[in-house]
């Protein structure tokens, strides 16, 4: 689908999920290279910077989640811009592009004419998606609290697979903050190599917007590591903690093993045996060795 808003400044052009004939007509329309039309013609799975004598094209990818429990979901953003004229391509519903067409919406509504330029546009179109990513990682730092309540009220066991399911959130983070630093890195340099040096402004803007994401995303990379290695250490304790037990159970009975074994050989000789009072006296000698063996070991500290 393709919206065109006619503003005062600038012309944007809203693409959702373009088919072939809509790409045609933005080919024969506003004169789109082939690369760039290739690109668009399905979601890619990388950065793309790319310009030509009077086009300038990039894209990127942002993460979503609708949940913490779920698998975050990767949304590419296709960002095209011809003289006075911007280029949004979209393949799944992206928030900050919503937002903005609900506002455009609400100004038409009103019969106001919106007059930001084409720059603050895209400033306040990269500030909108990192608003967004700021609103996950405020609700990752509630998640991660919450884990570490749980990680020392004795459900290490449960969390184990939550706080897996939090990195992989964390990682898709810094993920879409690693594509965003490349496409900032390089595109200032193409524009203005393309003669387009007036629409270079919103890159300082969306830098600070970059650096500042990173730095919380980084801040709960560092926690979500800490309760981690936390959550291993006490796994590993409370495992050692088992095993010393049953190390214990099997120094206590394996005397009773051996001496229940050397009674119950068949040999003729074996003393007590024959007695009216051998099974007795066999038991007596079991409870005497546990019960020394249990001394022994507490006097050297086994059962703290």
């Not at 400033?123 to 909108?128: S, T, V």
């Amino acid at each position: 689908m393709i919206t065109e808003y006619q503003l005062s400044k600038f012309k944007w052009v809203d693409i959702q999920q373009p088919d072939e004939k809509e790409l045609a007509l933005l080919r024969d329309r506003y004169h789109l290279s082939f690369e760039i039309l290739n690109d668009l013609n399905e979601p890619i799975s990388d950065t793309r910077i790319m310009t030509t004598s009077d086009q300038v094209y990039f894209a990127f990818h942002v993460v979503s989640t609708l949940s913490l429990k779920n698998q975050p979901e990767w949304l590419e953003l296709d960002v095209i811009i011809i003289g006075d004229t911007l280029f949004t391509v979209v393949y799944k519903s992206l928030p900050a592009i919503d937002k903005i067409r609900e506002e455009l919406e609400i100004e038409e509504v009103l019969k106001q004419q919106v007059s930001a330029s084409m720059e603050q546009f895209l400033i306040g179109l990269i500030a909108k998606i990192h608003q967004d990513l700021r609103i996950i990682i405020q609700a990752l730092n509630s998640h991660l609290r919450r884990i570490e309540t749980q990680i020392f009220n004795d459900a290490e066991r449960q969390m184990v697979r939550t706080i897996s399911e939090t990195g992989r959130i964390l990682f898709s983070l810094n993920q879409t903050i690693s594509e965003q630093n490349h496409v900032v890195k390089f595109l200032p340099t193409i524009i203005t190599n393309a003669g387009l040096e007036e629409k270079t402004s919103f890159f300082y803007h969306w830098q600070r917007e970059v650096e500042h994401t990173a730095d919380l995303t980084k801040a709960q990379y560092d926690l979500y590591h800490d309760l981690r290695r936390t959550n291993e250490e006490l796994l590993a304790t409370k495992q050692n903690e088992v095993m010393r037990k049953l190390t214990l159970v099997a120094f206590i009975t394996s005397p009773l093993t051996i001496l229940a074994g050397i009674f119950g050989m068949n040999t003729k000789n074996v003393p007590f045996v024959g007695n009216s009072n051998d099974f007795w006296i066999v038991l007596a000698m079991m409870c005497a060795i546990v019960i020394v063996t249990v001394f022994v070991l507490r006097n050297k500290g086994w059962f703290e």
